[in-house]
Each structure stands twice: as structure tokens, then as C-alpha cells.
């Protein structure tokens, strides 16, 4: 049993059984037990699981070409803020400015919000002076023209759990027996799930089970709150409104240094607790916030349309140049490398996540239509 699992026995018994929200809350965000905040790495090697940015700088450098046509868009100014919230270990914002050509490298003015301490420090290591970090997005203050990146962010925001059993909606809560945390299901407490459900026009078949995204809204207003001209650029597992049906048993699931399964509710603060995004709500969120949006596309149409190809075509030169010169542990290099951008184009694999742009004053990307 976890310190944070007796955390959330203790308020439980309190406060009676906590909805899924607000249990993920405590398991991912709890300010010293949570699974994101406790401290260890969590995403990348050394972490419970892979993210784009830490399979290979080429994914930040493919996205260094992306930031650079909309500062382009926006009149190449002379500063453009590059924004990213939940940056993780750093590796998106590393190799966006690691790639960035030098005109548009002096007009990048990089933001991270991150929350947890030790991250912060480990990103500093791979990043140089001039990044600025920030507790929240609000703390960014409002940004003229920039861009703002969320890559697997929305995915770890709190949601709550409702299932139809016999013609009812139900809501999942968490409560605890035996040294165990367990569901139980009860009436909601408010209309939220089914008012939810109604706004994106679906009816939850019966024996269903969804997630209710109850944060998700607020932080997109949040973000998109601050900038007046540019594009957000968010990327995450994901469905649409229509596609819930395909999904009985709603997408939640646990990463923990086992791999992955469905235990939610073992060992909190241990274990990542995701969902998949609904992409139906994001783009009307960002919608009702005045921007023009597009997606979801796969990631891997996006890289592929960003200059994916170009990209491998080059490490092949380098891995040919090595091995005719006999530079073994370059040839090895560059093939390695090769491999990694196979993986983040994987369309069963990182290649399948799909990305959504919304964009304010500027046009939507050639790279984000059709
Ligand atoms: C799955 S990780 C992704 C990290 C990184 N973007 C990557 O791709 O490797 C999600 C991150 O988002 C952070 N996060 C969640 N909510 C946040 C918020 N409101 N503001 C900033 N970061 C947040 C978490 O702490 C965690 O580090």
C-alpha cells in the first residue's frame, strides 16, 4: 500500500467515496505523493513509458519547422514566444530550439510551465539560459504572437466516470475496505456527466462506461486566454464523440514500471492514470474561444507532411557515410536513429497519436489541412 493510497483512505473516510476526478487529482497531482509530483522521471528511458520527444530529437526538430512557418505567418517577428505546457523532461523543447535556423533561434523566447521541481531541474541540465519557466499558463502573462505546444497533456487531466445501468446514469466514485481502494457507483451529484454527454450528442448505450472531462475545458480557456495571435498545438491519444460507442468500457488506463493495464486504482501514486482525449470537445472548446481549428490528423500524416521523409533520407547518407568510412558507432548512430523515426511514424504505435491546431489572426498551416 502506497503512503498516498493511506492519504486517500484517510479522506475517504472524511469525506465519503471521492468521484474518478477527484481521486485522479490526488494520484497524479497530490503536492507531495502524486505520481507527477512526487519527484522520480516519469516519461522517457529512464521513466515508466516513451513519449515522442524522448524517443529522438527528430520529432522537435520536424515540430522546429512547424514553430518556424507560423512565426513566418505571423510576420517574423522579432520576438515570438514558443510556449510548452507539460514539457516532461524537456526533450520537445530541447530539440525545437536545438533545431531552430538562426534568425528564427533569435526571435524564440522559450516558456515552460511546469509544475514539479526536480523536472525543472532536469530540464535546465538540457536546456541553456533564456527559458523561462512558470507555475501555470497564467503566470505567462498575454503573449502578442507565439505558439503554444501540449504534447500528452490533456490525456493526464482529471476525469470523472459515469456508466448507464439500467436505463440510469451512474457515476463510478473510489472508496476503500479490506486495505483496498474499490468503485462503487452512485447517483451523481450534479447534472455535469449528463449535460456533458447531451452538449456532444451522445447516448450512452447501455452497460457503457465513459469518462467526463471536467478540467479539460478550463485549461484550454486558460490557454487559449493568453494569446492574442498564433497557434496551440496539441497532441494526444484520442477520440471523437462518435467513436465512444466503440469504446464499452470507456479508454482509462495505468502505466507503471510493469507496462500497462487497467488497475487504476493500485498502488496511486505509482502509476500514471490516462485517458484518451475527446477531440469533439477540444476543438469545441477552442472553438468557442475565437480560434479557427484543425484535426485530428495522426501524427504520423503531420511528420510525414512536416519533412519525415527528408529527414530519414538524410540519416541514411549519414548511416551509408559511416559505414563506407568504417565509423562503426556513428553508422550505429545514425541507425538507431533511423529506427526512432520509424517509431514516432508507427501509425499502431507514438505514429497513431493524433494532432489538433487551432489557430488565432493567422491561417490554419497547409501542413494541417485536408
Ligand atoms: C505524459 S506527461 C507528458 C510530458 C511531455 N510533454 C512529453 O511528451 O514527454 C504529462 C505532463 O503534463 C503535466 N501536467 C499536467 N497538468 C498540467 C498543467 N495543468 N500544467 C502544466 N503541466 C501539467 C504532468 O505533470 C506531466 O508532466
Not at 523543447?93 to 516558456?111: G, I, M, S, Y
Request: glycine share 12%; proline share 5%.
Amino acid at each position: 500500500v502506497t503512503v498516498l493510497q493511506g492519504l486517500i483512505a484517510a479522506e475517504i473516510d472524511a469525506r465519503g467515496p471521492l468521484d474518478f476526478a477527484e481521486y485522479m487529482q490526488l494520484a497524479l497531482y497530490h503536492p507531495e505523493h502524486g505520481y507527477y509530483t512526487a519527484g522520480p522521471q516519469r516519461t522517457g528511458w529512464r521513466g515508466h513509458f516513451l513519449t515522442s520527444p524522448e524517443i529522438d530529437p527528430a520529432f522537435g526538430e520536424l515540430w522546429a519547422r512547424a514553430a518556424e512557418d507560423l512565426w513566418t505567418a505571423c510576420g517574423r517577428p522579432d520576438r515570438f514566444p514558443l510556449i510548452e505546457v507539460g514539457p516532461g523532461e524537456g526533450g520537445l523543447a530541447a530539440a525545437l530550439v536545438e533545431a531552430a535556423d538562426e534568425e528564427f533561434a533569435r526571435a524564440v523566447e522559450l516558456h515552460l510551465i511546469e509544475l514539479n521541481a526536480s523536472a525543472r531541474e532536469r530540464q535546465s541540465v538540457r536546456l541553456g539560459s533564456g527559458t523561462v519557466w512558470h507555475d501555470s499558463i497564467d503566470d505567462v502573462g498575454s503573449v502578442e504572437c507565439g505558439c503554444i505546444f501540449a504534447n500528452e497533456l490533456l490525456d493526464n487531466l482529471p476525469v470523472r466516470v459515469v456508466e448507464m445501468r439500467d436505463g440510469e446514469l451512474l457515476e463510478c466514485f473510489v472508496d476503500h475496505s479490506d486495505g483496498a481502494l474499490h468503485e462503487v457507483f452512485g447517483r451523481p451529484r450534479d447534472d455535469f456527466p449528463s449535460a456533458y454527454l447531451a452538449c456532444i450528442g451522445v447516448d450512452l448505450p447501455e452497460g457503457h462506461r465513459v469518462e467526463i472531462p471536467v478540467a479539460t475545458q478550463g485549461e484550454i480557456a486558460r490557454i487559449a486566454g493568453i494569446l492574442s495571435k498564433g497557434a496551440v498545438i496539441v497532441i494526444d491519444y484520442g477520440i471523437s464523440a462518435h467513436e465512444i460507442a466503440d469504446r464499452p468500457s470507456g479508454t482509462l488506463v495505468a502505466y507503471s514500471e510493469t507496462g500497462v493495464d487497467h488497475d487504476v486504482l493500485v498502488s496511486p501514486g505509482d502509476r500514471d492514470v490516462t485517458s484518451h482525449v475527446n477531440w469533439t470537445s477540444v476543438l469545441d472548446w477552442f472553438n468557442g474561444a475565437g480560434f479557427k481549428t484543425a484535426g485530428p490528423i495522426t501524427q504520423r500524416e503531420v511528420l510525414h507532411r512536416l519533412g519525415a521523409r527528408d529527414l530519414d533520407a538524410r540519416l541514411r547518407v549519414d548511416y551509408d557515410d559511416a559505414v563506407a568510412s568504417g565509423r562503426g558507432r556513428d553508422a550505429v548512430a545514425a541507425l538507431s536513429r533511423r529506427q526512432a523515426l520509424g517509431a514516432l511514424m508507427d501509425p499502431g504505435g507514438l505514429g497513431g497519436l493524433q494532432v489538433v491546431i487551432a489557430t488565432r489572426g493567422i491561417a490554419t498551416p497547409g501542413w494541417m489541412t485536408g
